[in-house]
């Protein structure tokens, strides 16, 4: 078949004429969602430096009950702001994930489903905390709680499945992604079995105030290390995205130029 002919079909078939540039909105919604990530995993930190201050505190000359009261106060201040924060999060990562799966199939002239790929962060949260409501409270068999667990897990591998998918649309690198996966199972733990900034209530048993803040400290390494991954996963995809729009959009011109000459 002369080469003319193919570049007409092709065209009549979109496999060339469907590379389009990438929306610039990613960017923006993943320096947003990081930032507020970020500003989670402080929020954390200075919750742990409270508790250790106080623990300290009671170790060298004791803790007077109107400090006692003020620390929890502020920690209660901490607690609810970063409450909020994590909320706001994720209509931001589904924004983002709605955008990037639009983006790749303008690059790739693939169809991967924008609605399902973005939904799928909501919805595997939601199962994440009805799971959390019914399973893992302190009333439960240890068996109970860690069935509970794991099939947390499995809700949340729900949004790494449906972005593993854009990504390799996009042919994105996948370890970001699945070590955010990850990490963010270690997160879950943590805030399940152990100690987070927005699950820690107030306690006066001076005891348990170096472990917590030591627990709290490690929370906030996992928020660090997970901001790190997830921002690391979205930026492979938007990178994917355009390299791959690049290369079809070379392509095309170099046919289309063979096919005039």
Request: proline share 4%.
């Amino acid at each position: 078949m002369p080469l003319r002919e193919r570049v007409r079909r092709s065209g009549q078939h979109g496999e060339l004429g469907t590379a389009k540039a990438p929306l610039p909105g990613p960017g923006l919604l993943r320096v947003a969602m990081t930032t507020m990530l970020a500003f989670c995993s402080m929020l954390t930190v200075g919750g742990a430096c409270l508790v250790l201050l106080l623990w300290r505190q009671h170790n060298d000359n004791g803790v007077l009950t109107e400090h006692l009261d003020r620390v929890w106060e502020i920690f209660g201040y901490l607690r609810d702001i970063e409450r909020w924060v994590a909320l706001g999060v994720v209509p931001v990562a589904v924004a983002w994930i709605a955008v990037a799966t639009l983006n790749v199939g303008r690059a790739t002239g693939q169809r991967p489903n924008s609605i399902v790929a973005a939904l799928s962060l909501p919805v595997g949260l939601a199962g994440v905390w009805f799971v959390g409501s019914e399973l893992l409270t302190a009333d439960h068999e240890p068996l109970v709680r860690g069935a509970g667990f794991a099939l947390q897990v499995v809700f949340l591998a729900l949004p790494l499945v449906a972005i593993e998918r854009v990504a390799e649309a996009a042919e994105a690198r996948h370890r970001p992604l699945r070590a955010a996966f990850v990490i963010g199972a270690g997160y879950l733990a943590q805030l399940q079995f152990f100690s987070a900034l927005s699950t820690t209530e107030e306690t006066r048993d001076p005891q348990e105030w170096g472990r917590l803040g030591a627990l709290l400290l490690i929370a906030a390494l996992l928020q660090v290390l997970g901001t790190l991954s997830v921002n690391e996963a979205a930026r492979a995809i938007e990178d994917g995205s355009q390299h791959r729009f690049e290369l079809r959009q070379r392509f095309g011109e170099s046919v289309m130029a063979q096919a005039v000459r």
